[in-house]
């Protein structure tokens, strides 16, 4: 199972990456199997605010709905549309090409309080 | 010998010419269409029907029926669903003329007999409920919650109080908080401690005068007794919010503890599930609601009422109602099927019903408890909620895998990644109906499958003419009616 160290992670099973000025959010490989094939994305539009722990969107696969939880407080300025209109992509690359949205990060947000790789990997090893 | 049965839909076994029936000529004149409709109406190529003989359309159904699963050929303990056998008895008394060929505009004094059904189903439910105000109309679970919300709304309106939330664990049916967004109000997730139970820190925390309903489901989804209820409708009763009741799982408690009686202000029932109204293929259901005398004025119009001289008659006279929900009464032929069960067993008889349902559910639950993680402890209600965690994580074997499995076993799936609290979830629910004898071989299946080669379950299930339909294209890209073969793209 891929958990790449220079990543952040949510309990959530999202990922975080600070990109310069913009914080990556995308969805681990762990989600990818646990969730099996996607069928539906629904991200938020560029310019939605988003805030710590609440929702910013929904993933459907043919098991379930599952809310898509934003792991920093901040504006969405980017929206992966590829993704949007073809999720079953996010599982080829879950760390790369399938991320979903960039966010700017509100000011003082950081992603300190996120799990590092060596304790998400504690948390999926558990069965969580 | 399944596989070989003909499927083809029947516009592909259609053959020019080709008839059931032939009819002599009409000896009255017949008008040509364009003189009876407008022009703009009229079709420019006659309509692609099918042209099939009798036996086409005999062998093109019943080779289809064989290849469902139902609970009249399998056993069926999908969780949250109670598929319990439907009695045949039923379908001979709803088929009675008196009952079957009456028209849903009769006036009133000519479905006397009807009425009076009617009439007394809605005092049984509201005697089960503890609730006396019901409402027949809603055609299934979740239009009954919807109905209900409604009901809510117009209370709160005219109590001129402006709630916007509706407060739901998160172990939940899905239609609740769908009902209540359509409703028109905010859905606020609580969500549940060890247990399963709801976490009132967090239900206190969310509680504010801004709450118009908390949505529950006792015994909830993962076949838990919500022991806090008092509390829970303490306290939403305290901040003047409403408590409705999820019926979905009415089948642990009936006769035991009602709706009512534990502070719900308002339920449903899903007579195609506890009163055994037929329950293959989704339907057609139907989702009663109770409520409490003061939110009785809000009720779908019109209600069945009685008068002075004993005649029963509908009362469209209900200025306060929030309308009709379903067209005429509702779907009458469920109800009666499920007033003529109450009917049959009596208080003394659901009692039972629950009893045995529970019993068997933990019956179950002992046998695979100690197979499979359960985690919610080794007791339950009338389900309970298995997960394929470990072994998925150790065996690569998921929960999809074992329901596909049990298929070749003859077995129905369980529900399956619901609820949404528990990963890999087996959602088991037994029913009354089953014997011990089914109940064991359930469990020794259940228990031989996790065993097997993980790689041969993956591809199962192996016996049954479709095995796993590209669930992904059929979702995005359902093919949702037949194309003459020149159109087709």
């Given at each position: 199972m ?6 952040r ?22 989600a ?11 991200l ?63 000011p ?6 996120l ?10 090893a558990?069965?969580? | ?5 003909s ?5 592909e ?39 099939v ?96 919300l ?23 049916h ?19 401690a ?21 949505m ?6 993962c ?41 719900a ?12 109204g037929?329950?293959?293929a989704?339907g ?15 009720l ?12 029963f ?32 067993l ?12 529970v ?11 100690d ?15 298995a ?36 990963p ?18 359930f ?41 003459p073969?020149?159109h087709?793209?």
């Open positions: 891929q958990v790449p160290e220079q990543l992670y949510a309990p959530t099973h999202e990922w975080a990456r600070q990109d310069g000025d913009l914080i990556t959010i995308g969805i681990t490989q762990y990818v199997e646990l969730l099996t094939d996607l069928v539906y994305l629904d938020p539009s560029v310019g939605e605010e988003t805030s710590q722990g609440a929702s910013f969107g929904e993933i459907e696969s043919v098991k379930a709905v599952s809310d898509l939880y934003a792991p920093v407080a901040g504006q969405v300025a980017e929206v992966n549309q590829e993704m949007a209109s073809e999720p079953a992509k996010i599982a080829q690359d879950p760390y790369g090409s399938g991320w979903l949205i960039k966010i700017k990060p509100a003082g947000a950081t992603l300190n309080h799990l590092t790789a060596e304790q998400y990997q504690q948390q999926i558990a069965g969580h | 010998m399944d596989k070989a049965q499927t083809e839909l029947l516009f076994l259609s053959q020019p010419g080709r008839r059931c029936h032939r009819l002599p000529e009409s000896d009255v004149p017949a008008p040509a269409a364009a003189e009876l409709l407008p022009r703009h109406q009229l079709r420019s190529t006659p309509l692609p029907l099918p042209e003989a009798e036996s086409d359309v005999i062998r093109h159904y019943v080779n289809l029926s064989t290849r469902n699963m139902c609970i009249d050929t399998n056993f069926y303990p999908l969780g949250s669903c109670t598929m319990k056998y439907n009695p045949k008895r039923h379908e001979r008394l709803a088929g009675l003329p008196g009952l079957a060929n009456l028209h849903p505009l009769q006036t009133d004094a000519s479905v006397q007999g009807m009425l009076e059904i009617l009439y007394d189903m809605q005092a049984y439910l509201a005697e089960i409920a503890g609730l006396p105000m019901v409402s027949l109309q809603p055609a299934a679970g979740a239009q009954g919650e919807l109905s209900a409604l009901v809510a709304a117009a209370y709160f309106k005219e109590k001129g109080q402006k709630r916007t939330k509706v407060l739901i664990p998160d172990s939940a899905g239609t609740n908080p769908a009902s209540a967004v359509i409703a028109g109000f905010e859905v606020i997730t609580v969500k549940s060890a247990g399963a139970l709801v976490d009132l820190n967090d239900l206190k925390a969310k509680l504010d005068d801004q709450a118009a309903v908390f529950i489901t006792n015994p909830n989804t076949g838990i007794f919500e022991k806090q209820i008092l509390d829970i409708t303490r306290m939403m009763h305290e901040r003047g919010a409403l408590v409705y009741l999820d019926g979905a799982n009415m089948n642990a408690i009936l006769g035991k503890s009602r709706p009512g009686d534990f502070g202000d308002m339920m449903h029932y899903n007579v195609h599930k506890t009163f055994t037929p329950h293959g989704g057609p259901g139907s989702g009663p609601i109770a409520v409490r005398d003061f939110l009785g004025p809000y779908p119009a019109p209600l069945v009422a009685k008068n002075s001289d004993g005649s008659y509908l009362d469209h006279d209900r200025p306060k109602s929030i309308g009709r929900v379903r067209s005429f009464f509702g779907n009458v032929g469920i109800l009666l099927r499920g007033y003529f069960y109450l009917r049959t009596g208080p003394q008889g659901l009692t039972e019903v629950s009893e045995q349902a019993l068997n559910a933990n019956y179950l639950l002992a046998r695979l408890k197979v499979y993680e359960v985690p919610n402890g080794p007791r339950c209600m009338h389900e309970f909620v997960s394929a965690k470990y072994l998925r994580r150790d065996k690569k074997i998921s929960a999809m895998d074992i329901g596909k499995r049990l298929l070749d076993y003859g077995f129905h799936a369980p529900t399956v990644y619901f609820p949404l609290t528990v890999e979830a087996l959602m088991i629910e037994p029913t009354e109906t089953e014997s011990k004898e089914t109940l064991d071989r469990a020794e299946t259940m228990i031989r499958i996790q065993n097997e080669d993980p790689a041969m379950l993956h591809q199962a299930p192996h016996t049954l003419p479709i095995s796993r339909p590209d669930e992904v294209r059929a979702a995005r890209e359902p093919i949702l009616k037949w194309t073969p020149q087709a793209s």
